[in-house]
């Protein structure tokens, strides 16, 4: 496998998934790295989809509160109602696909965990410390995180540096070990609404960042035609 897709945080935004995926029809596989419902229109839409797009996929705290396994207690209103409905929404089948999901996974030489190595559901990655304690928690080069819906690179230097990749920019993990959040593909944070996405080179060590354009408008339309919280359809708008 020479090419890898990472996508992650899709959050049932069927249009932003169908974007990513029409650009990573050229990678040997895909993976995911969680949260793929929750906040959306479109949950089986999106579940059928990784079930039949990715080689791997891993649980998200969006995808363990729908099924159930994460308290709502954690969540926003706006978070928590669009988990109720998409509880709702969910057939047996893919409510069961999600259950199964692992909590952390492997893929090539790289280790893959929605939040961190000692939270792998929960916590996000953001500061150079945890950084620093999630490298230092595991051996693998290149760690895939996702969890914050920001891409940000964490690089093993003389300490822990961070930067914010900007689509097309591309960073080798051939002789420092990195720690990498591809962004959200679903329901971008950095004020790009932008699908996010990123594709692993496991030949050269490298990891590329992408950012692709998606119908916002139709995905709005269908949240508030859903009956789900507004702030849900607005936010895609500006992505934040
Ligand atoms: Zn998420």
Redesign the pocket.
Known sequence: MAKIGVIS?I?SNLHALESVLERLETCDSIICV??IV?YGAFPNECVDLVRAYTSRCIM???DAACVGILSLAWFNPYASAAARWTMEELNKANLGFLRGLPSEGKESHAYMVHGTPREPITEYLTTPIQARSAVSARGERLILV??T?VPLIFMERQGVDAFSPADGDAYSYAKRRIIYNPG?VG?PRDGDPRAAYAVVDTEELRVTQYRVGYDVQAAREAILDAGLPRILADRLAVGR
């Open positions: 945080d959050h969680g949260d929750g998200g705290n969006h996702g969890h819906h959200a329901q």
